[in-house]
């Protein structure tokens, strides 16, 4: 037999086996962004039976903003069953169940050479499906099937206009969210305490920090939220140096589940053309109950980035990015975003986007019954116990609301920091808390909480009053902390941007006093930042870190964790 009808036969053979696909595989730089066609990805649908919509539910549209864009519909066909996978979770099964010679990335090879230490820790089916975009899987940067598909339906179910799902966490949410509405110089007016990454998005953007400093209960020491009239006074401020807001951020809910009044937030900004963005990392779920605070979407904010891995059911790392409204260029946020994002994004975390979506889709409001009535319960309960408190609304005169799934729990009275409760609480009874604080601690329920848990929790907090003496603080105590508090003369020397590409050097405490700040030093609680790039390092400043610290409290960013030293810009 020739070579030639030996290849013959074998392709023959082979062909009965298996079916050949396209394996032409579109790449995330931007230079390639629409190079698939339409056409050819409808053609691989129509094979894979990937994506459960019939073909003539495909409709040439004009996108939003007036671009022109293909668009898949959300509404399901006739023939569409109540058990279908989501699209993009049907879609990886499809190609992980395909019997394929694997010449691609990842080199574990669809688990085939997974390290046996993991694999007995998880299984193989992880890594099975742990797969690069293929052809069928879709392409982050320019969707045009099951992501597209998927990000569509979320973007119905959590009220936007356009969704897009991110696997770099909040973060990069928050600085493409950043990224898109400020440029070089433009002014952001943000909380003091807004997490890490808006000021690394200041870093990126070249944008000008306007910081309102939100209202902070010293007896609990926590930080609340900002109000509207305190915008509207930032916004004001800008005005009378000539300045407008590019943006304004908004941290609603904090980690502790404390809610800002949004609406009112967004209709002044609105007057004045000002787009806002939330940080609703810690409220992804909010709106699907009736008990729950309602969404930023629902309160007119024109950018959300919710972390949909925290409450809702996301592998860890996996978040969203929601727009509505006018304000802002759905555009710079794609390229924004292709800048921040892996160009390899992991599928198992998008999926797990598009299953946590579905999973909201298919229970509707009754699937946080079970959550809420546990946290009603766990209220109930430990309020009852003696020397121990529970945050409570209006707590902050100023906070719109509280998240009733974040319960933070104080034991001052008890003579005990929340460092220490938590260590007997870990050690003795196995309860793991979110977030612990100098007086408290806070823990997060969720869809996976169960009753014994609360029980348990209820357990070990009165085995903590019965252990420990009831303490009546001192008149002063609890606010002597007020004494070093420093954010009223906060001066900047430098943008965040300039002093992060400065030169930098170490000084002692000592020596770094009156000098441009080079780092991010933020103590936890009350998670407000301290010293912030490019501003000038003050005595307050210097003694609120050393008390806080002698409290207990985390300090965070800075490179000498003992605070013997700062990190200083040279100039």
Request: hydrophobic share 40%; with cysteine.
């Given at each position: 037999?020739?070579?030639?009808?030996?290849?013959?036969?074998?392709?023959?053979?082979?062909?009965r086996?298996?079916?050949?696909?396209?394996?032409?595989?579109?790449?995330?730089?931007?230079?390639?962004?629409?190079?698939?066609?339409?056409?050819?990805?409808?053609?691989?649908?129509?094979?894979?039976?990937?994506?459960?919509?019939?073909?003539?539910?495909?409709?040439?549209?004009?996108?939003?903003?007036?671009v022109p864009?293909?668009?898949?519909?959300?509404?399901?066909?006739?023939?569409?069953?109540?058990?279908?996978?989501?699209?993009?979770?049907?879609?990886?099964?499809?190609?992980?169940?395909?019997?394929?010679?694997?010449?691609?990335?990842?080199?574990?090879?669809?688990?085939?050479?997974?390290?046996s230490?993991?694999?007995?820790?998880?299984?193989?089916?992880?890594?099975?499906?742990?797969l690069?975009?293929?052809?069928?899987?879709?392409?982050?940067?320019?969707?045009?099937?099951?992501?597209?598909?998927?990000?569509k339906?979320?973007a119905?179910?959590?009220?936007?206009?356009?969704?897009?799902?991110?696997?770099?966490?909040?973060t990069?949410?928050?600085?493409?969210?950043?990224?898109a509405?400020?440029?070089?110089?433009?002014?952001?007016?943000?909380?003091?305490?807004?997490?890490?990454?808006?000021?690394?998005?200041?870093v990126?953007?070249?944008?000008?920090?306007?910081?309102?400093?939100?209202e902070?209960?010293?007896?609990?020491?926590?930080?609340?939220?900002?109000?509207?009239?305190?915008?509207?006074?930032?916004?004001?401020?800008?005005?009378m140096?000539?300045?407008?807001?590019?943006?304004?951020?908004v941290?609603?809910?904090?980690?502790?589940?404390?809610?800002?009044?949004?609406?009112?937030?967004?209709?002044?900004c609105?007057?004045?053309?000002?787009?806002?963005?939330?940080?609703?990392?810690?409220?992804?779920?909010?709106?699907?109950?009736?008990?729950?605070?309602?969404?930023?979407?629902?309160?007119?904010?024109?950018?959300?980035?919710?972390?949909?891995?925290?409450?809702?059911?996301?592998?860890?790392?996996?978040?969203m990015?929601h727009?509505?409204?006018?304000?802002?260029?759905?555009?710079?946020?794609?390229?924004?975003?292709?800048?921040?994002q892996?160009?390899?994004?992991?599928?198992?975390?998008?999926?797990?986007?598009?299953?946590?979506?579905?999973?909201?889709?298919?229970?509707?409001?009754?699937?946080?019954?079970?959550?809420m009535?546990?946290?009603?319960?766990a209220?109930?309960?430990?309020?009852?116990?003696?020397?121990?408190?529970?945050?409570?609304?209006?707590?902050?005169?100023?906070?719109?609301?509280?998240?009733?799934?974040?319960?933070?729990?104080?034991?001052?009275?008890?003579?005990?920091?929340g460092?220490?409760?938590?260590?007997?609480?870990?050690?003795?009874?196995?309860?793991?808390?979110?977030?612990?604080?100098?007086?408290?601690?806070?823990?997060?329920?969720?869809?996976?909480?169960?009753?014994?848990?609360?029980?348990?929790?209820?357990?070990?907090?009165?085995?903590?009053?019965?252990?420990?003496h009831?303490?009546?603080?001192?008149e002063?105590?609890?606010?002597?902390?007020?004494?070093?508090?420093?954010?009223?003369?906060?001066?900047?020397?430098?943008?965040?941007?300039?002093?992060?590409?400065?030169?930098?050097?170490?000084?002692?405490?000592?020596?770094?006093?009156?000098?441009?700040?080079?780092?991010?030093?933020?103590?936890?609680?009350p998670?407000?930042?301290?010293?912030?790039?490019?501003?000038?390092?003050?005595?307050?400043?210097?003694?609120?870190?050393?008390?806080?610290?002698?409290?207990?409290?985390?300090?965070t960013?800075a490179?000498?964790?003992?605070?013997?030293?700062?990190?200083?810009?040279v100039?």
């Amino acid at each position: 037999m020739s070579s030639a009808s030996l290849d013959m036969s074998f392709a023959g053979s082979f062909c009965r086996k298996w079916s050949f696909r396209p394996c032409r595989r579109p790449k995330s730089c931007i230079s390639q962004v629409g190079f698939r066609k339409n056409q050819s990805f409808l053609v691989l649908l129509q094979r894979n039976d990937i994506m459960p919509r019939k073909i003539k539910n495909c409709t040439s549209s004009v996108g939003y903003n007036g671009v022109p864009s293909t668009e898949i519909s959300c509404a399901p066909s006739a023939a569409a069953s109540q058990n279908e996978l989501p699209p993009l979770v049907s879609a990886l099964k499809a190609s992980a169940e395909e019997n394929a010679a694997s010449f691609h990335f990842p080199g574990h090879n669809r688990g085939k050479a997974a390290p046996s230490s993991l694999t007995q820790l998880i299984g193989s089916k992880p890594f099975l499906h742990d797969l690069p975009e293929l052809p069928e899987l879709d392409n982050l940067f320019s969707p045009e099937g099951p992501i597209l598909e998927a990000q569509k339906q979320a973007a119905r179910l959590f009220g936007a206009s356009e969704t897009w799902f991110l696997v770099g966490g909040s973060t990069c949410g928050i600085q493409a969210a950043i990224m898109a509405t400020c440029s070089p110089g433009d002014t952001l007016i943000l909380p003091r305490n807004s997490h890490i990454s808006a000021i690394s998005s200041m870093v990126l953007s070249g944008a000008l920090p306007k910081y309102i400093v939100p209202e902070y209960d010293f007896n609990w020491d926590v930080a609340g939220g900002i109000t509207p009239s305190q915008v509207y006074q930032a916004i004001k401020e800008l005005e009378m140096e000539g300045r407008k807001a590019a943006a304004v951020l908004v941290v609603s809910p904090t980690y502790h589940g404390i809610c800002s009044n949004l609406d009112e937030i967004c209709e002044i900004c609105h007057s004045q053309s000002i787009p806002v963005i939330v940080d609703e990392a810690h409220g992804a779920h909010l709106g699907f109950h009736r008990k729950l605070p309602s969404s930023s979407l629902s309160q007119g904010a024109d950018l959300s980035v919710q972390s949909t891995h925290k409450v809702l059911c996301a592998l860890t790392q996996s978040s969203m990015l929601h727009m509505q409204g006018n304000l802002v260029d759905r555009e710079r946020i794609s390229r924004s975003l292709q800048m921040l994002q892996s160009s390899s994004p992991s599928y198992l975390l998008l999926a797990s986007l598009d299953a946590a979506r579905a999973q909201l889709t298919e229970n509707g409001e009754a699937i946080f019954d079970k959550a809420m009535n546990l946290a009603m319960e766990a209220r109930s309960l430990i309020s009852k116990i003696p020397g121990i408190s529970v945050l409570e609304f209006p707590s902050f005169s100023s906070s719109f609301c509280i998240d009733p799934l974040r319960l933070t729990v104080g034991v001052w009275q008890l003579g005990l920091s929340g460092f220490e409760a938590d260590d007997i609480l870990c050690k003795d009874f196995g309860v793991v808390c979110e977030l612990v604080g100098t007086k408290s601690f806070t823990l997060a329920l969720n869809l996976g909480t169960q009753r014994d848990h609360v029980l348990r929790l209820a357990a070990g907090l009165k085995h903590l009053a019965k252990t420990y003496h009831f303490h009546q603080p001192l008149e002063d105590e609890g606010k002597n902390v007020n004494h070093f508090a420093c954010f009223d003369d906060v001066r900047m020397s430098m943008s965040p941007r300039e002093a992060f590409f400065a030169e930098k050097r170490k000084a002692s405490i000592r020596d770094s006093l009156g000098e441009i700040c080079g780092e991010l030093v933020c103590p936890y609680p009350p998670g407000i930042p301290v010293l912030i790039p490019g501003e000038i390092i003050t005595e307050r400043a210097l003694n609120y870190l050393v008390e806080i610290r002698i409290k207990g409290a985390v300090i965070t960013g800075a490179a000498d964790c003992s605070l013997s030293s700062f990190v200083v810009c040279v100039t």
